[in-house]
């Protein structure tokens, strides 16, 4: 598999030595650091970034992006604490030893020009270093549908795009289209499938059309965003009632581990176990 890997390990479990745990495991190299500890990433201190790098580098593993909440509030809510917010973690990237910041771009509005107004002061707050930031297509968000990230991409070309191809395919988009549209702004995917009733998959198994996005894909890093249904009870479960739901998992660590063969069962990667 010529990809890296990285992962929500925090949907594995909510504590870093479960992430770590899930990661190794599964072959995972890369974070995509979204919580730890019951906290988002942007709201731990620099101190405990740092327990955190120390941490990871002395198992082998690495922060490839911080999953950052920022642009997920309503556009006419006070925007600057979240903008000074975004500043703090520029600097928890700089200590885990990210270079990626996932973004979006506001709900409330079909307006675009607050959005790239937004947008374009957390690109000068990251100027002067070497982070690269990354819009993400969501449900809801201003940049929802693949025209308007192209809108936003082409207004601000230094904001690149993280795919997903499931967050398309639950607002109605053909995930074909919208690769052929943005393609030449995405700095890496989220590997997260969808069918159309808007229920998550695991890859390859949705209307995403993934086994056809990802060879296109140039990119080195795929992130794997699991979004998979764990049932408590799942295992006391008649088989003909499992058979029925075949992608809910008994634990998130097991729910990780599907996510993760799927991926690689299209890339041709080494599956678990």
Known sequence: ??????????????????????????????????????????????EKARRIRRRLDDEGLGVWSLGSPFGKIGINDDFAPHLDSFRHSLELADILGAKHIRLFSFYGTSQIDPVLERLRAFVQAAKGTDMILCHENEKGIYGDKADKCLEIHKAIPELKAVFDPANFIQCGEDTLRAWELLSPYVEYMHI??????????????????????????????????????????????????????????????????????????????????
């Open 192 to 273: 997260k499938d969808a069918l159309s009733d808007g229920s998550v998959v695991p890859a390859g198994r949705g209307e995403g059309e993934l086994a056809r996005l990802i060879p296109q894909y140039k990119g080195e890093v795929l992130t794997v965003e699991p979004h998979l249904s764990v049932f408590e009870g799942f295992d006391k479960l008649e088989t003909e009632q499992k058979t029925k739901m075949q992608y809910t998992y008994p634990d998130s660590q097991t729910a990780f581990a599907a996510a993760v063969d799927a991926l690689k069962e299209i890339t041709g990667g080494k599956k678990n176990g």
């Open 1 to 46: 598999m010529r990809y890296r890997l990285a992962a929500f390990a925090d949907e594995a479990a909510n504590d870093l030595t479960g992430q770590i745990t899930a990661m190794k495991k599964n072959g995972v190299e890369l974070l995509e650091i979204r919580g730890v500890d019951g906290q988002n990433i942007d709201q731990i201190t620099c």
